[in-house]
Nanobody
């Protein structure tokens, strides 16, 4: 069974930066869509950013200009560079990879933005 392994979360002060990474537990071949979601306490999980194999990228309005999603197809890895972090970015961040009709999710990594 494939699991996605996220890393890079932690505690950071407002205005700081973090870089999240996500990689499958084993080689699963080419991936159509790689994405990051987040879920804050008491809220629904929401899309943060998505990158397709074509290179098309979508960002949530709340993170545009601050977050950058990228992917390394050779390493089957997706990254999320988060700059100018705000307290409202505090959440558990999940990565997702879609391959055909199969969807894989990570276990989540906590990001806390606080002074």
């Amino acid at each position: 069974q494939v699991q996605l392994v996220e890393s890079g979360g932690g505690l950071v002060q407002p205005g700081g930066s973090l870089r999240l990474s996500c990689i499958p537990s084993r080689n699963i071949g080419s991936i159509n869509v790689m994405a990051w979601f987040r879920q804050a306490p008491g809220k629904q999980r929401e899309l943060v950013a998505l990158i397709a194999s074509s290179g098309a990228i979508i960002y949530a309005e709340s993170v545009k200009g601050r977050f950058t999603i990228s992917r390394d197809n050779a390493k089957i890895t997706v990254y999320l560079q988060m700059n100018s972090l705000k307290p409202e970015d505090t959440a558990i961040y999940y990565c997702k990879m879609q391959q055909g009709t199969a969807n894989y999710w990570g276990q989540g990594t906590q990001v806390t933005v606080s002074s």
